[in-house]
Every structure is written in C-alpha cells, then in structure tokens.
C-alpha cells in the first residue's frame, strides 16, 4: 500500500510540479545580468605575459585555485600576490584551509587595495603548529565593492615559525 500511494503521489507532482513567483531571472545571453567578468589580460601586468582582470558591479568571491599535498607542518604558509585595483571599495586575499576534516580561513583584512592603486603585493598567512598539514587550500581574491582589480604573480610559500 505504501508503495502505490508514493507512486501516486510522485506522478501527482509530476504532473503538476510546483509553482511559484519568479523574482529574478539572470539571463546568460550576453552576461550583462551576471556583474562579473573574469578574463586575461595581456597589456596590464606585473611580470610575465598577462594577468588576470576581475571586472564586478557588487561584492564577490574568486576562487583562483585549490593546492592539495603540501607539506607545511610546523611553519607558516603565505599565500601573496601583486594586485593593482580601480575599485568603490577594497579587496584582499583569503585563504581557506581543511585540516584534519575541519574547514579554517585566514583573511588578509590588514592587507588590501583600494580606490586606485599601482601594483601593489598583498598576502596573508596561516600558521600550521607540529602535527597539522592540511589536505586542501583554496586561493580566494575577496572583493568588497565594485570595480575592475587585477591579479597576477600568486604565490604560496612556506617560512618557519618564529
């Protein structure tokens, strides 16, 4: 009996799905809905051929990468990069870290760009006590504001605790 009542009612709802009030639809056609762009930029850059070009009309979250199979027990890892930013707002970098099944950030909040800015190197660090080595780390570039920043010579390094 179980069985065909739950038949019944799937079909039920298959037959009249749910319905509700569209709020806002973000149409992909042209990305003018989306605020975000992201693509290389070869004519402004801090070192090599190109950066990155975030452009964004409200605040964001880039993830740029995630690095797994590190070995920094017992030491800091510095994540840093150079960012020039034209910005209403700031932006910094954000590191998340999962160790041992637990999720922890480190926000480089000390260390932004904002307004106008030339390159500039920017970092934040975690410190990894003996016996913790973490499984992942995700880069993160935290914009808080509208605007355009670029990023470009991202690096993860290892330094021994003090």
Sequence with gaps: MKIVCAFIIMCSLIANPVTGEE???????DLSGVGLTIQPDATVKAEG???IKITTLWPTVVCLGEVSVLNVENAKLVYSAKVKSDLDGSAFLEMWVSVAGGQYFSKGMNDVV???TDWKTIQ???MFEKGQNPEKVALNLVINGKGTVWIDDIVLSKEPLK
């Design 23 to 29: 709020l806002k639809r973000l149409s992909l056609d």
């Design 49 to 51: 051929k190109g950066s």
């Design 114 to 116: 904002s307004q106008k």
């Design 124 to 126: 934040t660090p975690f």
